[in-house]
């Protein structure tokens, strides 16, 4: 017999729990989300809102800011990139995810989150949340990969940083979620113990903001870390009014 979409979605749920150290199984699917809540489909609460006139054409907007970038010199990560870096997704996403930098698969392809730490962001969105990377959108502080993937020093942040702000502006999501201590930083201008401010509801420009941890960090710390993360993008599906399921 056919497996159902929400039969299969709730497997891929399943297992993406047992890797974040929630083994809740497949015989408790009510600790999942039922059907009749709706978000293990694509989550129509996920659907870009009708465009009104004054939004303009966030498509175009960041068309436009990505020109204004150009074949970017304004700072030293210009000399080791192979490719700027500057965001994917969706023009109208509801929700938007903020990184730190390019590493190297990304500066070879040109696009956020497609390495390991990227895997992981990806599964969150696809077998956690159930939605797909293209209902999202996906940016970094900075869109040149820093040498040897060090932290982004604060004059380059400062200066890609005006970018990051505009595509905000023309996407306006409803919720960011600022993955890792350097994107919390610069976003918020405050510097950030990430374990101690995760988890807690912040703002950036009247955009309500989900600090969390960085998926390279949920790489080296599996399990505890995971589980935190989990509570924290809970969190954003319940804000963003995607049904959630009773906690066991
Ligand atoms: N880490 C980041 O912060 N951003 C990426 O795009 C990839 C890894």
Redesign the pocket.
Known sequence: MARSPFREQLELRAGFLKEMGLDYGMDRPSLLVTPEQGALQRSPSLEAAEPSPEDGDPGAKLGAIREEIGDCRRCRLCEGRTKI?FGVGNPRARLMFV?????AD?DRTGE??V?R??QLLTDIITKGMGLTRQDVYIA?IVKCRPPDNRTPLPDEAATCLPFLEAQIAAIRPEVIVA??ATACQHLLGVQVQITKFRGTWSNFRGIPLMPTF?P?YLLRNPVGAKRLVWQDIQAVMARLGMSLPEKP
């Not at 990184?99 to 590493?103: D, Q, R, S, T």
Request: glycine residues 36%; without cysteine; hydrophobic residues 25%.
């Open positions: 870096v990184g730190e930098g390019p590493g990304e956020p989150f390495g730490a990227g970094n993955l890792g960085h390279s």
